[in-house]
């Protein structure tokens, strides 16, 4: 079973930047396509970013494109986000997710495990 722990989440301003983390216990990340999903209140959860098994492919959803990046670090056995120029409509938890086999990388039934999230608050 695999155990994934975010952190790095806190409240900034708009323009600063943030640093996520997710780290995974019982399983190496280097198996898994790994992705940042985010919720906001009231609203659904959404796909926010994702890297490949091979850490070859990436992909980010539009609205964070060019802001946010995504790395993994397998000698560490985490994933990391790092975000700049955070805007207010970044404000969310932010879940970290593993999936073995990811055909549609938005779809949250893709994804075999979840962690509890970390928030991100952004002030204006």
């Known amino acids: 079973q695999v155990q994934l722990v975010e952190s790095g989440g806190g409240l900034v301003q708009a323009g600063d930047s943030l640093r996520l983390s997710c780290a995974a216990s019982?399983?190496?990340?280097?198996?898994?396509?790994m992705a940042w999903f985010r919720q906001a209140p009231g609203k659904e959860r959404e796909f926010v970013g994702g890297?490949?098994?091979?850490?070859?492919?990436?992909i980010y959803a539009d609205s964070v494109k060019g802001r946010f990046t995504i790395a993994r670090d397998n000698a560490k056995n985490t994933v990391s986000m790092q975000m700049n120029s955070l805007k207010p409509e970044d404000t969310a938890v932010y879940y970290c997710a593993a999936s073995s086999s990811v055909l549609n990388w938005r779809a949250l039934n893709q994804y075999n495990y979840w962690g509890r999230g970390t928030q991100v608050t952004v002030s204006s």
């Open positions: 890297i490949s098994r091979s850490g070859g492919s990436l």
């Open positions: 019982g399983g190496t990340v280097s198996t898994y396509h």
